[in-house]
C-alpha cells in the first residue's frame, strides 16, 4: 500500500507527463478510442487541462477540444502500440498546442495504455537553429571570394583545415596543404616579405589583436600573386595561442591597378611642373627653397625675396565661407606625412593686397627609404572660375527679363523658409494684367518693358527679407518672412496705388494679386501658396471690367497724345455720325457702337511709331505703309477686349472704299460694315474742315462738301453721303 502511494507521488510530480489510458475496443476487437482514467500536472500544464476536465473523457474528445483530428500523431501512435504490442515512440509538432512533444507509449496488459510526454520544443528549436546556423556558415564559406583557414601555432603555422578557393589562389589542393609541416601559407611568402609578415603575426597574437595585412606570394606554378590576409589568435584558458583562424583574398588586380596609378601619379606630378600652376617647395621646417614663375605672379612675391622665409608669410589664405585663416598646408603635411589632395574652398591675400581664389594640393617629398625631406605645394588661380561660377549661379536663380529670382531660385528658398522663427509666412501670387493686349498692340518689347515695370513696382514695395519672384510668363510671387497676412494686405494695395500712378507707360499697369498667410507651424506652406494662387485668380475676375475700363481709358490717351488725334476732333466726328445713325434710325445698340468708334476708329494707331503728321512732315513710303497697319492692330486691341469686340469690325474696315480700293482687305460697297462706312464720311468731312497737322490747307465747308460729292459711290457709300448731305445743315 506505501509502495503504492510512493508510486503515485512520483508519477504526479514527475516533469514527464503521464496519463493511463483504459482502452475502448469495438465489436471486432479493434481499437476505436482511449478513456482518461488518470493524469498528472506536467500534463495538465502540457496541454492546459485540468484533471477534472479530462479524467473520464476519450481521447476523441480530448483532440476536439484542443481542434485535432483523430488523425493526428497521438491517436495513430496508440493504434499502432496496441496493434503491435510494442512500445511506440514518437516526436511530432503538435499543431494545436504549438509545441513539440516527443512521446512513449507502451501497454499494461491489454486493457490499459500508459503514455508519457516530454516538451521538447527548446531542444528542437535549438537544434533547428543550430542547422540554421551551419547552412549559413556553410553557404557564406562557400561563396566567399577567398579561403577560410585554421592553423596551428606552431613555428611552420601548419594548416588543420582549409575551406574556399584555396587551388584558385595558391595552385594547391586543400589535401596537399593540410598537416603539411614543410608547407604552409608562410613557405609560400616571397622572401623579402616573409620576415615582415611573420613578425607582423607574432606580434599581434601576444597582443591579442587581428592581423591585417598584404603580401606577395608564389603560388605551385611559379606565380607571382598578391593577397590579403585577416586572421585572429585562438587561446586556451590559460591565455596561450594554441591556432589561427582568419581568410584570405586574392587581391592581385586591385594592387597592380594600385601600380599603375602611382606611375599615373607620378608622370601627372611631373606634368604638373611645367604647366601654369604655382609651385612652391620647402625644407622640412616648412622654409621656402622653391618658387616658380607662376607661383610669384599669383602671390606677388619674387623668388629670391622668398627663399628661406617661413611658407605661411607668402602663402596667406583663408576659408572662403567662414574668412578665417586657413590651416598652414606644409604644418599639415609635417604633422600627418600625408598628402593634402586639392583644396578649392580658399583664397589667398597677395602681397600687394589683392585677393585671388585658389585650388591647391600639397605632398611630402620622401626618399626610397621614405624619409622626409620637404614639401610641395601646387596651386591655380580659379579666380575667373569663380566669377564665371558667380555669373551661372545668377543666371540660373535669376529671370534674365525683369532680374528678380525665378522660379527655380523660389522652389528651393521656399521649403527653407517653412520655419516656426520666421511665422506668420505671407504670399502674395499676382498676374499682369494685358500682357497680351500689351504684346499683340506695341510688340513684345514693349511686353518686356511691361513686365520689367511691373517687377519694378513689386521690388519697391517689399522690404529687403522679402523674396520676389518671376513665376512664370505674366506671373509673380512674393515670399514675406515674419509678415501677417493684414501686413500683406497692406503691401498689395501698396502695388496697386503705384501701378496707379506709374508713367511713361502704353498702358495702365495692372496686376491682379491674391494674398495668403501660414500661421502655423503644421500648416503646409504649399497649401498657403495654393490658396495666394485661388484668392489671385478670384480677384482677377473681379477686377477684369474694372481692369478694361482702365485699359480703354488709357488707350485712349495714349491715342491723344501719340496722334494728332483729338478729343474735339472724335466728338465733332461722333456727332456727325451719331446724326446719320438717327437719320437711318439705327437702334440705340447700334448708336453706342457708332459712338464708340467714332472715338476709337484709329485706337491702331497707338501702336505705329511717332506719326509723320505729329512731326508736320509727310510720310516716306515706309511710314506710310506702317500707317497702313493701324486699322488691323486697332482690330487686334478690340478683340482682346471685350467691351470693343462689337465694333472691332468697324474699326478694321474704317478705310475700306466704296469701290474696293480701300485697305486693308479690299471690301466693297455693303460687305464693308455700315458703321465703318458711317464714319469714314464723317471722319473725312471734319478732317478736311480741321485739318490735324499744322500748315495743311483748310478747306471750307462748301469745298469738303465738293470732295465728298465727287467721292460719293467711289470712297463713300452714295447713300450714306445722301443722308450726311442733309443732316451737316443742320449741324452746321
Known amino acids: ?20 489510458h483504459q482502452i475502448i475496443y469495438d465489436k471486432q476487437g479493434q481499437p476505436e478510442d482511449y478513456l482518461f482514467n488518470s493524469v498528472n500536472a506536467a500534463f495538465e500544464k502540457l496541454t492546459g487541462f485540468r484533471k477534472n476536465h479530462l479524467i473520464g473523457s476519450k481521447l476523441n474528445q480530448f483532440l476536439d477540444n484542443i481542434n485535432a483530428t483523430n488523425d493526428s500523431p497521438w491517436f495513430n501512435l496508440f493504434n499502432r502500440t496496441v496493434l503491435s504490442q510494442e512500445p511506440q515512440e514518437d516526436i511530432s509538432f503538435i499543431q494545436p498546442l504549438m509545441k513539440w512533444i516527443k512521446t512513449h507509449v507502451f501497454l499494461i496488459q491489454k486493457k490499459y495504455l500508459i503514455s508519457l510526454y516530454i516538451d521538447i520544443t527548446a531542444q528542437m528549436k535549438a537544434q533547428q537553429e543550430l542547422e540554421d546556423q551551419n547552412r549559413f556558415l556553410n553557404t557564406l564559406i562557400s561563396n566567399l571570394p577567398g579561403i577560410v583557414y585554421r592553423c596551428s601555432s606552431d613555428e611552420n603555422l601548419t594548416i588543420q583545415y582549409i575551406r574556399g578557393l584555396c587551388q584558385d589562389i595558391t595552385g594547391y589542393k586543400p589535401k596537399e596543404l593540410i598537416n603539411n ?45 598578391w593577397i590579403w590576409e585577416q586572421g585572429i589568435g585562438i587561446y586556451n584558458n590559460e591565455g596561450q595561442a594554441t591556432a589561427i583562424e582568419g581568410f584570405i583574398t586574392d587581391v592581385t588586380e586591385r594592387k597592380l591597378s594600385e601600380f599603375a596609378l602611382s606611375r599615373e601619379k607620378e608622370q601627372l606630378w611631373i606634368t604638373l611642373q611645367s604647366i601654369g600652376d604655382g609651385v612652391i617647395s620647402t625644407d622640412k621646417n616648412g622654409k621656402i627653397t622653391l618658387m616658380n614663375h607662376m607661383a610669384e605672379q599669383i602671390t606677388s612675391w619674387q623668388q629670391e625675396d622668398c627663399i628661406n622665409l617661413d611658407f605661411s608669410i607668402v602663402f596667406n589664405i583663408y576659408d572662403e565661407e567662414t574668412h578665417e585663416k586657413g590651416e598652414n598646408p606644409i604644418t599639415h603635411v609635417l604633422k600627418t606625412k600625408n598628402t593634402i589632395e586639392l583644396q578649392n574652398n580658399t583664397y589667398l591675400i597677395a602681397k600687394d593686397g589683392s585677393k585671388r581664389y585658389i585650388s591647391y594640393s600639397a605632398a611630402p617629398i620622401k626618399d626610397n627609404k621614405d624619409e622626409l625631406h620637404g614639401i610641395i605645394v601646387v596651386f591655380r588661380d580659379i579666380t575667373s572660375h569663380r566669377m564665371l561660377e558667380s555669373k551661372v549661379r545668377y543666371i540660373n536663380y535669376h529671370d534674365h527679363l525683369t532680374k528678380l529670382y525665378n522660379r527655380a531660385y523660389f522652389e528651393q528658398a521656399l521649403p527653407q523658409a517653412n520655419s516656426r522663427e520666421l511665422l506668420p509666412i505671407s504670399l502674395l501670387m499676382g498676374d499682369v494684367n494685358g500682357l497680351k493686349l500689351c504684346n499683340d498692340v506695341f510688340g513684345h518689347d514693349a511686353g518686356d518693358q511691361l513686365l520689367c515695370n511691373i517687377a519694378d513696382v513689386l521690388r519697391k514695395s517689399v522690404t529687403e527679407k522679402d523674396i520676389v519672384a518671376r513665376w512664370g510668363g505674366d506671373e509673380f510671387i512674393i515670399l514675406m518672412p515674419n509678415t501677417s497676412l493684414i501686413e500683406a494686405e497692406r503691401v498689395r494695395y501698396e502695388i496697386y496705388k503705384k501701378c496707379k500712378t506709374a508713367e511713361n507707360v502704353p498702358i495702365e499697369l495692372s496686376i491682379s494679386i491674391g494674398a495668403a498667410a501660414k500661421t502655423c507651424i503644421n500648416d503646409n506652406i504649399f497649401d498657403t501658396l495654393k490658396q495666394a494662387e485661388e484668392i489671385m485668380y478670384a480677384n482677377k475676375l ?18 491723344f497724345n501719340h496722334t494728332n488725334e483729338t478729343e474735339e476732333h472724335t466728338e465733332r466726328v461722333s456727332k456727325i455720325a451719331l446724326a446719320i445713325g438717327n437719320k437711318m434710325r439705327l437702334s440705340e445698340r447700334r448708336l453706342d457702337e457708332l459712338k464708340m468708334l467714332a472715338v476709337l476708329h484709329d485706337i491702331g494707331k497707338v501702336a505705329i511709331k511717332k506719326t509723320p503728321s505729329a512731326d ?49 482687305q479690299g471690301l466693297k460697297e455693303r460687305t464693308i460694315p455700315l458703321i465703318a462706312r458711317i464714319i469714314s464720311v464723317a471722319d473725312r468731312y471734319d478732317s478736311l474742315t480741321n485739318p490735324k497737322k499744322a500748315g495743311m490747307p483748310k478747306m471750307s465747308h462748301e469745298e469738303a462738301i465738293e470732295d ?21 445743315k443742320q449741324i452746321d
Open 616 to 664: 508736320n512732315r509727310q510720310f516716306d513710303l515706309e511710314e506710310y505703309s506702317d500707317m497702313q497697319k493701324h486699322p488691323e492692330i486697332g482690330y487686334r486691341i478690340a478683340q482682346t477686349t471685350p467691351e470693343l469686340i462689337q465694333i472691332a469690325e468697324g474699326i478694321l474696315s474704317h478705310h475700306e472704299y466704296w469701290d474696293g480700293t480701300g485697305y486693308p
Open 542 to 559: 473681379v477686377e477684369s471690367k474694372k481692369f478694361r475700363d482702365a485699359i480703354i481709358r488709357s488707350l485712349k490717351k495714349t491715342l
Open 1 to 20: 500500500m506505501l509502495d503504492n502511494l510512493i508510486f503515485q507521488d512520483i508519477i504526479e510530480h514527475s516533469p514527464i507527463g503521464y496519463v493511463c
Open 181 to 225: 609541416k614543410e608547407l604552409s601559407f608562410i613557405n609560400m611568402i616571397t622572401p623579402d616579405y616573409r620576415e615582415k609578415a611573420i613578425l607582423k603575426w607574432k606580434t599581434c597574437i601576444n597582443n591579442r589583436h587581428v592581423f591585417q595585412g598584404e603580401y606577395p606570394i608564389i603560388t605551385k606554378d611559379g606565380t607571382l600573386k
Open 708 to 728: 465728298i460729292k465727287i467721292n460719293a459711290g467711289k470712297r463713300f457709300d452714295p447713300n450714306i453721303v445722301k443722308l450726311f448731305l442733309d443732316v451737316i
